[in-house]
């Protein structure tokens, strides 16, 4: 079974403080690997798309990176308005179509 | 904004009630994906639909159905509901049926008491 393990579950920076996020996955085929924001009571809004081992994306002071075993978001002197939740998500085949598996996510807090 | 649109966005109903969610897709994209959203399971995926089509299909219990009709428009029925079924649903839509780049809706936040 596909798992996505993300850590910590928990983040608290303070403005400035630069941390990274991890996402750990056991999956049988990785066809791609996804990284979302998600804002309480939100729907989760896309952030990046990573498909192989030694990809980065980067985008303002995120950037998302990928081994075969893990992805790690990196923010660099985060704002409060970079607080949210973090979810991470693998792509693999489900009855012979693909679908994403998601982790529980990291909730990300930066204070001024 | 997504582009994907659900309603309603709260939705407070009594235990063994049915209920209809709604979600319309981003203009142009054909597939449609429903999840539940709880606080201890996480973002659960329930089904997919392609172009009107049933595709992948996630852990989603028997009481719930879904249907995509034709202008892509989908809904999600919940039947017999029971108190553990409180969640966000959300709706998400991409341009073909690989599971890739999700665009999600705001979602429906289901009370059952």
């Known amino acids: 079974e596909d798992q996505v393990t993300q850590s910590p579950e928990a983040l608290r920076l303070q403005e400035g403080e630069s941390s990274s996020l991890n996402c750990s996955y056991t999956?049988?085929?990785?066809?791609?690997l996804f990284w979302y924001r998600q804002d309480p009571g939100k729907g989760p809004e896309f952030l990046f798309t990573l498909y192989s081992a030694g990809e980065e994306k980067e985008k303002e002071r995120l950037k998302a990176t990928l081994t075969k075993k893990e992805s790690f978001l990196h923010i660099t002197a985060p704002k409060p308005e970079d607080s949210a939740t973090y979810l991470c998500?693998?792509?693999?085949?489900?009855?012979?179509?693909?679908?994403?598996?998601f982790g529980k996510g990291t909730m990300l807090l930066v204070s001024p | 904004d997504s582009g994907v649109t659900q309603t309603p966005k709260h939705l407070i109903t009594a235990t063994g009630q049915r209920v209809t969610l709604r979600c319309s897709p981003r203009s142009g994209d054909l597939s449609v994906y429903w999840y539940q959203q709880s606080l201890d399971q996480g973002l659960q995926f329930l089904i997919q639909y392609y172009n009107g089509e049933e595709r992948a299909k996630g852990n989603i219990l028997e009481r719930f159905s879904a249907q995509q009709f034709p202008d892509l428009h989908s809904e999600l029925n919940l039947s017999s509901l029971e108190l553990g079924d409180s969640a966000l649903y959300f709706c998400?839509?991409?341009?073909?049926?690989?599971?890739?780049?999700?665009?999600f809706g705001p979602g429906t936040r289901l009370t059952v008491l």
């Open positions: 999956v049988s085929g990785l066809r791609g």
């Open positions: 998400a839509s991409s341009a073909g049926q690989g599971g890739g780049e999700q665009f």
């Open positions: 998500a693998v792509q693999t085949l489900n009855s012979g179509y693909s679908t994403l598996t």
